[in-house]
């Protein structure tokens, strides 16, 4: 188990100007939703982006974490979709 802290913690080290969101999908602290909220993905693929949020969490992903949804959005991205 991974607490949601610890998720948040990991990806705010590796995007620190991001907006963050970390929902725990099933209470077991194993399955979790993400959203990265940031500039650095101007210009991206969306491939790339999730890319970089696996690599924020490569050490959980390897244990505790057994499932990972990623939304990965600009600002810009995630005003259009009504956030």
């Known amino acids: 188990m991974i607490a949601p802290e610890e998720v948040e913690k990991l990806l705010t080290a590796a995007f620190p100007e991001a907006d963050i ?3 725990d999908l099933k209470g077991s602290m194993d399955h979790y939703r ?3 909220i ?3 993905f101007t210009g991206k ?3 790339q ?3 970089a949020v696996n690599e924020a969490l490569k050490e959980p992903l390897k244990g505790p974490l057994h499932a990972l ?3 990965a959005f600009t600002p810009e ?3 259009a979709r009504g956030n």
């Open 21 to 23: 969101r970390v929902q």
């Open 34 to 36: 993400v959203a990265v």
């Open 38 to 40: 940031t500039e650095t």
């Open 45 to 47: 693929r969306l491939v």
């Open 49 to 51: 982006r999730h890319q």
């Open 69 to 71: 949804t990623i939304e």
């Open 77 to 79: 991205e995630w005003v």
